[in-house]
T-cell receptor, first 112, second 116 residues
Framework: GENVEQHPSTLSVQEGDSAVIKCTYSDSASNYFPWYKQELGKRPQLIIDIRSNVGEKKDQRIAVTLNKTAKHFSLHITETQPEDSAVYFCAATSDSWGKLQFGAGTQVVVTP | GAVVSQHPSWVICKSGTSVKIECRSLDFQATTMFWYRQFPKQSLMLMATSNEGSKATYEQGVEKDKFLINHASLTLSTLTVTSAHPEDSSFYIC????????????FGPGTRLTVL
């Protein structure tokens, strides 16, 4: 089955700086890669996703890149703000039912 | 759009009792619903996949007789934790996938279960 590894586990950045989180996956058939943001005690919220036929996608301060050859994808957050502090999870799926395999998560702390 | 609710948001029960958690898609019909368990500071672990009108598919290591899943309609799935024990205490989260944007899962707010 699919295995997703996520790095780093924690990331501290100064407000205004950029944050990058990287994930690798094992199943070359994976075709959908969402990123979720989860605040403490809350539900995971989809912040951006990318499909295997696209190499990059951007939504305001958030961007995701996908390298299918290397089987890795990354989340980029620019001009970080304190409200970006949360746990971020990457995920991947190749399953027809859409079962997601999640990475271990990255705790992002943005300090003013 | 694409709102998923869960009830209750938290529950405390005694060891040996059963607890039912409801997951509803409020403004869309869910082709598939998923149940996850999340321990503190850990990732989401998929427990089972549920499709309306059919038996749930459980992940390896998840006891189907302990975690009963019923997906009675396109907007409702329930998870019953039977004979709960303290080690079942966790954050249970459901998600739903609709006919639109079939890849995307929308998550419920979660249920905090504490078994005494």
């Amino acid at each position: 089955g699919e295995n997703v590894e996520q790095h780093p586990s924690t990331l501290s950045v100064q407000e205004g700086d950029s944050a990058v989180i990287k994930c690798t996956y094992s199943d070359s058939a994976s075709n959908y890669f969402p990123w979720y943001k989860q605040e403490l005690g809350k539900r995971p919220q989809l912040i951006i996703d990318i499909r295997s036929n696209v190499g990059e996608k951007k939504d305001q301060r958030i961007a995701v890149t996908l390298n299918k050859t290397a089987k890795h994808f990354s989340l980029h957050i620019t001009e970080t703000q304190p409200e970006d502090s949360a746990v971020y999870f990457c995920a991947a799926t190749s399953d027809s039912w859409g079962k997601l395999q999640f990475g271990a998560g990255t705790q992002v702390v943005v300090t003013p | 759009g694409a709102v998923v609710s869960q009830h209750p948001s938290w529950v405390i029960c005694k060891s040996g009792t059963s607890v039912k958690i409801e997951c509803r898609s409020l403004d869309f019909q869910a082709t598939t619903m998923f149940w996850y368990r999340q321990f503190p500071k850990q990732s989401l672990m998929l427990m089972a996949t549920s499709n309306e009108g059919s038996k749930a598919t459980y992940e390896q290591g998840v006891e189907k007789d302990k975690f009963l899943i019923n997906h009675a309609s396109l907007t409702l799935s329930t998870l019953t934790v039977t004979s709960a024990h303290p080690e079942d205490s966790s954050f249970y989260i459901c998600s739903a996938r609709g006919w639109f944007r079939t890849d995307t899962q929308y998550f419920g707010p979660g249920t905090r279960l504490t078994v005494l």
